[in-house]
């Protein structure tokens, strides 16, 4: 009996529950600084849980009644925690971060440094690891704002975008904990997607433009989408895409990434520092216009042109992050794990060192699948 009341006692059942009537659910976060009044500018989308139902069954992002899904938050402090308890005020609910997808910085907060604002984020035991990490290219306010045409939140339309990034890999989506762990390294450069609203009226949509390349937690440049697919090329991360090359007759291809791997090699030897990148794809013939049949010779050639493409584009990225001293790549991570005891004296001064080292690039592409004809159609 003794037994039974003491597990009674210890099995506490639900006594810390929230109920969902109580909460004000938080989806996407945007954070921003002023850099005169010295205050954190929190803009939260909050969902409305009634509507989210109701907008999912007539479809667009309005719900019953007319009402809008979600609505924008905005509040201030000093901290990103007082300006998250002060947006309480501002509801009668508390605002919950378990759902949080993305979390969004302005122009403001890259200048003054992110890691100043990420320490609630990763303290706070309700926000997940895995929420995104973008920075806006255009005001952050009309982003948070964005009515989307298929889902109920922009917050859920930043998240879908994000997890369909593999399908070009000409964006690299980078989630909390991966961000907070580059900020961290010594050596290497953190990066995020870039966003902005697109078009007028009617038109608008949400677009990704490319990717932001940080130093010691601020903004220090970006590179473009293509550029973007070279980092993840080095990488290893690339999972699918099109790479479009123009035919010897003057027609297009188009040539679709199926797979595709990398290995990174640091050499210290007399010459300096070296870095040799292998890169592997494995490929399909998804388009051709005009030119000759799908011949073994005619497939050999056109892996050799995709080669040089891939070549070319990883190539273009190393150039641009030796330009910012920007290791985006790892190369400093790359040289401490084969050389840890001269990396000691590296590491120090690896910004200026960076832009010395001599890169090789290997790409061997291979083509795996033609398609169901080895005739293309005529182009006139």
């Known amino acids: 009996m003794v037994l039974a009341v003491l597990v009674c006692l210890l099995a506490g059942g639900c006594w810390d529950r929230q109920e969902l009537d109580e909460l004000a659910l938080a989806f996407a976060a945007g954070l921003d600084y002023d850099m005169e009044q010295k205050q954190v500018k929190l803009i939260t989308q909050v969902i409305r849980p ?12 309005t719900g019953q009644g007319g009402q809008k899904a979600s609505f924008i938050l905005e509040s201030q402090g000093k901290t990103v925690f007082e300006a998250v308890r002060k947006a309480s005020f501002q509801i009668s609910r508390r605002v919950n971060w ?4 993305v979390i ?29 990490i973008l920075v806006a290219d255009g005001d952050l306010k009309d982003i948070l704002n964005f009515k989307p045409n298929l889902e109920k939140a922009s917050a859920q339309t930043i998240n879908g975008m994000m997890n369909n990034t593999g399908v070009t890999s000409e964006a690299y989506p980078v989630t909390l904990q991966e961000f907070v762990n580059d ?68 027609s297009e291809i188009s040539i679709e990434i199926v797979q595709a791997s990398s290995k990174i090699h640091p050499v210290l030897d007399g010459d300096g520092m070296h870095v040799h990148i292998h890169v592997k794809a494995i490929c399909n013939l998804g388009e051709q216009l005009g030119g000759e049949n799908a011949k073994p010779k005619k497939m050999i050639e056109f892996q050799q042109w995709a080669e040089k493409e891939i070549q070319k584009e990883i190539v273009h990225t190393i150039q641009c992050s030796r330009r910012m001293k920007a290791d985006i790549f790892g190369i400093g991570e790359a040289f401490n794990r084969k050389y840890h005891k001269r990396w000691r004296t590296m590491e120090p001064k690896w910004e200026e060192l960076y832009p ?24 006139h």
């Open 98 to 101: 378990t759902h949080n997808m």
């Open 183 to 250: 900020l961290m390294s010594n050596t290497k450069s953190a990066t995020a997607p870039l966003i902005k609203v697109v078009g007028e009226g009617e038109e608008q949509k949400l677009q990704l433009v490319g990717t932001a390349v940080f130093r010691k937690g601020k903004q220090i440049g970006r590179i473009e989408p293509k550029e973007t697919r070279g980092l993840l090329w080095v990488i290893g991360k690339v999972k699918s895409g099109i790479i479009s090359l123009p035919s010897s007759d003057g």
């Open 356 to 379: 010395k080292v001599k890169f090789s690039v290997n790409v061997k592409a291979k083509i795996r699948l033609i398609g169901e004809t080895l005739i293309p159609l005529p182009a």
């Open 104 to 132: 969004i910085f302005g122009k403001g907060a890259v200048k003054a440094g992110v890691d100043k604002f990420l320490d609630f984020f990763v303290r706070n035991p309700e926000p997940r690891p895995h929420q995104y």
């Open 50 to 61: 009634g509507q989210m139902k109701s907008a999912e069954s007539g479809g667009g992002s």
